[in-house]
């Protein structure tokens, strides 16, 4: 089983990598969000490996959460590796556990492919999603290293970052900022 990847990254398009791991290469598929985060040709991906009859895939993630996300979604009856990376492309997981806690159904209905049958579906089954605390994306650890530096409170920091879109460290130290002056 292929639970991480470390390597060049040989060819990229919006959904899919070729990577380059010491002379072999794999394909991997990924979400849009995982795809515009990446900026280096050097990647580390945390991998889904999904061995079916005909076939086996790699999904790949730089947000452990994401992850977490893709493989609760494939834990529900109808959802499928391409349904639940559709739901990863559309929603970061920040917005997905909001969408999931409040129950959304029009929010989840705007994935391709899922209508409202599968929608209230996917909720019903989730019943809650939460992130995990001590798996935030390089970007935030930054951010909130910053933030701190500049003299808030670090469950202050950790509160508003949860509530943050931003995926590169400048934009959400600047969104975090925003969110802090309200408070």
């Known amino acids: 089983m292929i639970v991480g990847l470390i390597g060049t990254i040989e060819k990229k398009e919006p959904t899919f990598l070729h990577i380059n791991v010491n002379g072999v290469i794999y394909e991997v598929f990924i979400s849009i969000n995982c795809s515009s985060e990446i900026k280096d040709k050097n990647v580390k991906l945390h991998i889904s490996h999904i061995?079916?009859?005909?076939?086996?895939?790699?999904?790949?993630?730089?947000?452990?959460?994401e992850k977490k996300?893709?493989?609760?979604?494939?834990?529900?009856?109808?959802?499928?590796?391409?349904?639940?990376?559709?739901?990863?492309s559309t929603f970061k997981p920040n917005t997905f556990?909001?969408?999931?806690?409040e129950k959304n159904v029009s929010m989840?209905?705007?994935v391709p492919g899922i209508g409202p049958?599968?929608?209230?579906?996917?909720?019903?089954?989730?019943?809650e999603f939460s992130l995990e605390e001590g798996a935030l994306s390089s970007s935030h650890i930054e951010?909130?290293?910053?933030?701190?530096?500049?003299?808030f409170k670090k469950d202050q920091i950790q509160k508003v970052l949860q509530k943050c879109e931003s995926t590169d460290t400048a934009s959400l130290v600047k969104e975090a900022l925003k969110k802090i002056q309200k408070i």
């Open 51 to 65: 061995v079916r009859e005909e076939s086996e895939s790699l999904y790949g993630f730089i947000d452990i959460n």
């Open 69 to 88: 996300m893709f493989d609760r979604l494939l834990k529900i009856n109808g959802v499928g590796p391409k349904v639940a990376i559709a739901i990863c």
């Open 97 to 101: 556990a909001k969408i999931v806690n």
């Open 108 to 110: 989840l209905k705007k």
């Open 117 to 127: 049958k599968s929608a209230q579906r996917i909720l019903v089954e989730l019943g």
């Open 143 to 151: 951010a909130q290293m910053a933030l701190e530096s500049l003299g």
